[in-house]
């Protein structure tokens, strides 16, 4: 199977401007969690998509927003970009569910896109 | 408040010898967790996990120790190969009948020796 992909890898913007980073989830995999992660704060959560909904969100502005279309590919945008946001942004995604008596949930993350902001 | 804490920034081991990564948690609620491994550049990489109701799982030269009294986990690697040299990050998540967002700790930079 492919793995988690992302694109694009690396993003140039400048303050004040908006995103839009896409990641496609493993096939089967109907989960698909979104991470920043920093050198300061680490891995940190964003939220995570199920069957089109948003299931969970971490504690991050309004500004980070996201959406997962019906074959699971997702999207996540930023408005507004602040200095701060400047990062790695990881998706991973996850099966979620039951096969052969054991639930499946180990996320499988993908490269990431490297968000640098001027 | 950091809920899931890898104390040590790095840890230097000779080839051959065990790795021993320590992580300690103060969510009760994580039902599960899971050792990650990262290189430069690339996302984490999945490696173990382990359930809230296990005290050990193993797969291959990875062993994972869970001591919920203690709040603490570990990772075993044995015996420790070059290719080994990473970032590992322990994560701890809850099921809640859904998919919680991971939580991670700041990560280990493993240093294996020749």
């Known amino acids: 199977k492919a793995g988690v992909t992302q694109t694009p890898r690396y993003l140039i913007k400048t303050r004040g401007q908006q995103v839009t980073l896409s990641c496609s989830p493993i096939?089967?995999?109907?989960?698909v969690s979104w991470y920043q992660q920093t050198p300061g704060q680490g891995l940190q959560f964003l939220f995570e998509?199920?069957?089109?909904?948003?299931?969970n969100k971490g504690n991050f502005p309004g500004r980070f927003s996201g959406r997962q279309f019906s074959n699971s590919r997702s999207e996540m945008n930023v408005s507004t970009l602040e200095l701060g946001d400047s990062a790695l942004y990881l998706c991973?995604?996850?099966?979620?569910?039951?096969?052969?008596?054991?639930?499946?949930?180990?996320?499988?993350f993908g490269p990431g896109t490297r968000l640098t902001v001027l | 408040d950091q809920q899931v804490k890898q104390n040590s920034p790095s840890l230097s081991v000779q080839e051959g010898r065990i790795s021993i990564l320590n992580c300690d948690y103060t969510?009760?609620?994580?039902?599960?967790f899971l050792w990650y491994k990262k290189y430069p550049a690339e996302g984490p990489t999945f490696l173990i996990s382990?359930?809230?109701?296990?005290d050990k799982n193993e797969d291959g030269r990875f062993t994972v120790f869970l001591n919920k009294s203690a709040k603490h986990l570990s990772l075993h690697i044995v015996p420790s190969q070059p290719g080994d040299s990473a970032v590992y990050f322990c994560a701890g998540g809850g099921s809640g009948g859904g998919a919680d967002g991971l939580t991670f700790g700041k990560g280990t930079h493993l240093i294996i020796q020749p």
């Open positions: 969510n009760s609620m994580f039902d599960y």
């Open positions: 991973a995604s996850s099966y979620q569910g039951l096969a052969g008596g054991r639930y499946y949930n180990e996320q499988f």
């Open positions: 096939s089967g995999h109907r989960s």
């Open positions: 382990i359930s809230s109701i296990k």
């Open positions: 998509y199920f069957s089109e909904t948003q299931r």
